[in-house]
C-alpha cells in the first residue's frame, strides 16, 4: 500500500476505510462482516479509518471499537466527526463534548487523531437549516474549541467537510488557523449528488476547493470516489427515480461502457481515477464487505492512470 504525506499528523495509507458501508448507509450489512472488513483492511496496509456518528446511528463507530478491541495498532490514524446546527455558543460547546465523548466511548480510544466537523459550512447571510453551519459561530465557538481539544491532546488535529458554500469555505480557508485536513469530493465526473445542499441556483467548485485546500497546505482527502454507487456497474441499494444517486447512475452511463471497453468494472476505473488525483492524501472508500474491499485494494495495485486515460474520462463530464 502506498503511503502519502499527511501533513502534520505524519503519513496515510492511499486509501482510508470509511464508515459510510461498514455503517450500513450505502445497504444493509451484518456485525460480523463489517468487523471482519474493517480488520482485512487494517491487514491490508490500510493506516485511516474514518468513520462518524451519523453512519447508521453510531453503528461504523461500534464496529471499529469491536474490530480494534480498544487497541488501535501503531500507526492506524482513527477520524471521526461532530455535526452541529447552527445555535447558541453554549449549546454548541455541549452538543460538541457529548458528541465526542459519546463517540470515544463507542469507539472505545481515549484519543481521536482527527475530529471533522461534518456539519456544512455556509456564509453568515444564508439561512437557518439542518446540516449547516454559520461561518461566524464556527470562527468563534467551534474552532476554538478544536484547538482547545488539540492542546490538551484529546484529538491530534482537526478538519472540516469541504463540501459547504464555496464562499463560506474560502472565507475560512483565509483565515490564519487552518484545518489540518480537509474532506473534498473527488470523483470521474466530478457528481456531488445529495451532499450538494445549496439548491440549483448556486453551484459547487470541487476542485477549486481542492486547490485552495492545498495552496494553503492543507491536506485533502477525497471523498465519494464511486459518486455514492453511481459511478459502479449498478446501484447496490433501492433508490427513487428521482434520487440524485438515480439521477447521477444515468448521467455516468458513458463512463461505464468506457470501463467495460477496458475490461474493468465501473468502481475500479473510478477508484484508479481517484488515486490518480495529484491533489489528495487519501481517498476515502465506502465498502461494507471484503469482496468490495477486495476490488479498492487491486484498484490501488495497479497504479495510477496515464495522463491520456485521465484526460478521456475526463472528457465524458458533461456528456
Same mark, same amino acid.
Given at each position: %500500500?502506498?503511503?502519502r504525506s499527511?501533513g502534520?499528523?505524519?503519513?496515510v495509507?492511499a486509501?482510508?476505510?470509511g464508515?459510510?458501508?461498514?455503517?450500513s448507509?450505502w445497504?444493509?450489512? &451484518?456485525?460480523?462482516?463489517?468487523?471482519?472488513?474493517?480488520?482485512?483492511a487494517l491487514?491490508?496496509g490500510?493506516? %485511516?479509518?474514518?468513520?462518524?456518528?451519523?453512519?447508521?446511528?453510531g &453503528?461504523?463507530?461500534?464496529?471499529v471499537g469491536?474490530a480494534?478491541?480498544? @487497541?488501535?495498532?501503531?500507526?492506524?490514524?482513527i477520524?471521526t466527526?461532530v /455535526?452541529?446546527p447552527?445555535?447558541?455558543?453554549?449549546?454548541?460547546?455541549?452538543?460538541?463534548?457529548?458528541?465526542?465523548?459519546?463517540s470515544?466511548?463507542?469507539?472505545r480510544?481515549e484519543r481521536?487523531d482527527?475530529?471533522?466537523? $461534518?456539519?456544512?459550512?455556509q456564509?453568515?447571510?444564508?439561512?437557518?437549516a439542518?446540516?449547516?453551519?454559520?461561518?461566524?459561530p464556527?470562527?468563534e465557538?467551534?474552532r476554538?474549541?478544536?484547538?482547545?481539544?488539540?492542546e490538551?491532546?484529546?484529538?491530534?488535529?482537526w478538519?472540516?467537510?469541504?463540501?459547504? $458554500?464555496?464562499?463560506?469555505?474560502?472565507?475560512v =480557508?483565509?483565515?490564519?488557523s487552518?484545518?489540518?485536513?480537509?474532506?473534498?469530493? +473527488?470523483?470521474?465526473?466530478? =457528481?456531488?449528488?445529495?451532499m450538494w445542499?445549496?439548491?440549483?441556483?448556486?453551484?459547487?467548485?470541487? +476542485?477549486?476547493?481542492? +486547490?485552495?485546500a492545498v495552496?494553503?497546505?492543507?491536506?485533502v482527502?477525497?471523498?465519494r470516489?464511486v459518486?455514492?454507487?453511481?459511478?459502479?456497474?449498478?446501484l447496490?441499494?433501492?433508490?427513487?427515480?428521482?434520487?440524485?444517486?438515480?439521477?447521477?447512475?444515468?448521467?455516468? @452511463?458513458?463512463?461505464?461502457?468506457?470501463?467495460?471497453?477496458?475490461? /474493468?468494472?465501473a468502481?475500479?476505473l473510478? $477508484?484508479?481515477?481517484?488515486?490518480s488525483?495529484?491533489?489528495?492524501?487519501?481517498?476515502?472508500l465506502?465498502?461494507?464487505?471484503r469482496? &468490495?474491499?477486495?476490488?479498492?485494494l487491486?484498484a490501488?495495485?495497479?497504479?495510477?492512470?496515464?495522463?491520456?486515460?485521465?484526460?478521456?474520462? /475526463?472528457a465524458?463530464?458533461?456528456?
Amino acid at each position: %500500500m502506498q503511503m502519502r504525506s499527511f501533513g502534520s499528523l505524519g503519513q496515510v495509507s492511499a486509501l482510508t476505510l470509511g464508515g459510510g458501508g461498514i455503517g450500513s448507509v450505502w445497504g444493509t450489512v &451484518e456485525r460480523a462482516e463489517a468487523v471482519a472488513t474493517v480488520r482485512a483492511a487494517l491487514d491490508a496496509g490500510i493506516t %485511516m479509518l474514518d468513520v462518524a456518528p451519523g453512519y447508521g446511528s453510531g &453503528e461504523a463507530e461500534l464496529v471499529v471499537g469491536e474490530a480494534l478491541g480498544g @487497541a488501535v495498532p501503531d500507526g492506524v490514524l482513527i477520524t471521526t466527526k461532530v /455535526e452541529l446546527p447552527d445555535d447558541a455558543p453554549e449549546v454548541l460547546e455541549r452538543k460538541l463534548a457529548d458528541s465526542l465523548r459519546a463517540s470515544m466511548q463507542r469507539l472505545r480510544v481515549e484519543r481521536i487523531d482527527l475530529l471533522l466537523l $461534518h456539519s456544512q459550512l455556509q456564509p453568515d447571510d444564508g439561512p437557518s437549516a439542518p446540516r449547516l453551519l454559520s461561518v461566524r459561530p464556527f470562527r468563534e465557538v467551534v474552532r476554538p474549541a478544536f484547538e482547545r481539544l488539540r492542546e490538551e491532546g484529546v484529538i491530534g488535529g482537526w478538519g472540516l467537510t469541504d463540501v459547504g $458554500h464555496p464562499r463560506a469555505l474560502l472565507e475560512v =480557508l483565509s483565515d490564519d488557523s487552518l484545518p489540518d485536513a480537509i474532506q473534498c469530493v +473527488a470523483n470521474a465526473l466530478d =457528481l456531488s449528488g445529495d451532499m450538494w445542499l445549496f439548491g440549483p441556483e448556486e453551484r459547487p467548485d470541487n +476542485a477549486g476547493m481542492r +486547490a485552495r485546500a492545498v495552496q494553503a497546505g492543507v491536506s485533502v482527502i477525497g471523498i465519494r470516489a464511486v459518486a455514492a454507487g453511481s459511478l459502479a456497474d449498478r446501484l447496490d441499494r433501492p433508490v427513487e427515480a428521482d434520487h440524485p444517486a438515480a439521477r447521477d447512475y444515468e448521467a455516468a @452511463a458513458s463512463f461505464r461502457s468506457l470501463a467495460a471497453g477496458r475490461g /474493468e468494472s465501473a468502481a475500479l476505473l473510478a $477508484h484508479r481515477y481517484a488515486l490518480s488525483m495529484p491533489d489528495l492524501a487519501t481517498v476515502v472508500l465506502g465498502v461494507k464487505n471484503r469482496v &468490495e474491499l477486495e476490488e479498492c485494494l487491486a484498484a490501488e495495485a495497479a497504479g495510477p492512470l496515464a495522463d491520456e486515460e485521465v484526460h478521456a474520462i /475526463e472528457a465524458l463530464r458533461g456528456s
